[in-house]
């Protein structure tokens, strides 16, 4: 693991393992900018700042997948003018910070309703996938207009399409049809803003997911928090129940 400060000394010495896969359940924009007497949309511009940082705090430590839970199927219920700028945003990265996350190495993959999505912006998804398909660092997983069950509705209707006999239905085709495919599951999940729930996020892939609650709200997250999730997360016996 490289050691790029001494803020990192403490994860080298007291984590036996990273988390290959981190799964992220970004929350508490809102009120984060309440709390300040701004307005919301500026909690998630922040928001976005984080995770560009998270992004290089996590490469840096070795964690290979990365999965943010970035817009929900519910979400799409909020105001059209905070529906707007969420997708406004989503737009800013796919088109001025791809260059940095494909220099960065990270593979980007937008998982989720993609078809609930302006064309302007399915377009501009495949270009990013189509640009960054290639890069062996990590994958960058954006769950957008995404919901655990949604997921799994998805994948009973392909594996129907494909007339799979039921006799031949597995867990691992189940799982191969999901939207994250053959990725490998999370090994740690981190929701940020006080909440204990994971609220319809990678239901299936997340069963024996270590699950770490952060009562910051996301805005607030820093580095020292990353750490401290990382080495509760080597602290923890993982049994899958064995």
């Known amino acids: 693991m490289r ?5 990192k000394t403490k994860i080298s010495n007291e ?6 896969h981190v799964g992220i359940i970004i929350d508490g924009n809102r009120r984060w900018a309440r709390k300040r007497g701004l307005p919301a949309l500026e909690g998630h511009r922040q928001g976005l700042e984080k995770v560009k940082k998270v992004i290089k705090w996590c490469k840096a430590r070795g964690i290979k997948i990365l999965t943010f839970y970035i817009f929900s199927t519910e979400n799409w219920s909020r ?6 700028y969420l997708m406004k945003l989503l737009k ?5 910070d791809i260059e940095t996350i494909n220099k ?22 495949k270009k990013a996938e189509e640009l960054t398909k290639n890069n062996k660092e990590g994958i960058l997983n954006l769950a957008v207009s995404y919901g655990g069950r949604a997921e799994i509705v998805e994948a009973i209707k392909k594996i129907i399409e494909k007339k799979i006999p039921s006799a031949e239905i597995t867990q691992d085709l189940v799982s191969q ?33 270590e699950l770490y609650f952060c009562p910051k709200y996301w805005p607030d997250f820093t580095e ?9 997360f080597a602290s923890r016996q993982r049994r899958f129940g064995k």
């Open 3 to 7: 050691i790029l400060s001494k803020s």
């Open 15 to 20: 984590m036996n393992n990273v988390p290959y």
């Open 79 to 84: 105001s059209k003018i905070e529906v707007y």
């Open 92 to 96: 800013r990265v796919l088109t001025k």
């Open 104 to 125: 960065e190495g990270f593979r980007v993959q937008i998982i989720g309703q993609k078809w609930k999505l302006s064309p302007q912006l399915q377009k501009l998804i």
């Open 177 to 209: 049809n999901l939207w994250t495919g053959n990725l490998p599951e999370p090994d740690l999940i981190i929701r940020t803003g006080g909440e204990k729930r994971i609220s319809n996020f990678l239901i299936w892939q997340a069963a024996y997911a």
């Open 224 to 232: 020292k928090d990353l750490d401290e999730a990382l080495v509760n």
